[in-house]
């Protein structure tokens, strides 16, 4: 079984649904929804912060979830689409606690003896990295995609149009860790290095490996 887990980088000048689709399982976080880019397909998983998941169990409306989320910019057609997804979406949600397993993953990088030190002043790990700390805690070694790997792509969000970094989250850490786990090969990054172009092409912060070329090969080319 393949999984790929997304994160929500956003692309303009290509789709990524059928490279998205090809996997046996999806996995998407928060309020990312099929046809976005990332997969025409419903999620097996949901991965939510504590504030989705609490929306989720509500069941909020399209205008309280568009409210809430006044200061994150999205638009209330896609909170409408959010909405919808709570109510009739066989979608596994999961919620992986206040810290999004942020226990998990330190001991993931203890066992793997990965060189990583999480800052005491940012401790509040983000929500794309805890279904990846449960995959590698269960030895399962899952594909990503949509990833920033560097600083700057942070705030090129598939569904919000703000560009300020919650200041809690170590997102230059977090970065760097991605690449470790890739280079330990616990995780497969590959296809995070997928650029916004409409002639695939790849960036270059990690080495990609020869699955996810194949991969990358199969869909895209």
Do not use: W
């Not at 929306?55 to 209330?76: P, Q, V």
């Amino acid at each position: 079984m393949t999984e790929i887990i997304c994160g929500s980088k956003k692309y303009d000048n290509i789709s990524l649904d059928k490279l998205v689709d090809s996997f046996d399982i999806i996995t998407r976080h928060n309020m990312l929804l099929p046809d976005m880019g990332y997969g025409k397909r419903y999620a097996d998983f949901q991965i939510c912060n504590k504030h989705v998941a609490q929306h989720y169990e509500n069941k909020t409306s399209a205008k309280d979830l568009f409210e809430d989320y006044t200061g994150k910019k999205i638009s209330m057609q896609h909170m409408e689409r959010v909405h919808e997804f709570f109510n009739t979406s066989k979608t596994d949600f999961i919620h992986y606690g206040d810290r999004n397993n942020f226990q998990c993953l330190s001991r993931a990088i203890q066992k793997y003896k990965i060189d990583h030190t999480f800052r005491a002043d940012k401790s509040l790990m983000k929500i794309g990295l805890s279904h990846v700390a449960q995959c590698v805690e269960d030895e399962i070694k899952p594909f990503l995609i949509g990833y920033s790997l560097k600083i700057e792509d942070l705030t090129n969000h598939k569904y919000t149009n703000h560009k300020d970094l919650y200041d809690g989250h170590d997102h230059e850490g977090e970065v760097e860790l991605l690449k470790k786990l890739h280079n330990a090969g616990l995780i497969d990054a590959t296809l995070c290095l997928i650029k916004d172009e409409s002639v695939v092409s790849l960036s270059d912060e990690i080495e990609p490996t020869e699955e996810g070329m194949r991969i990358i090969d199969d869909n895209l080319r």
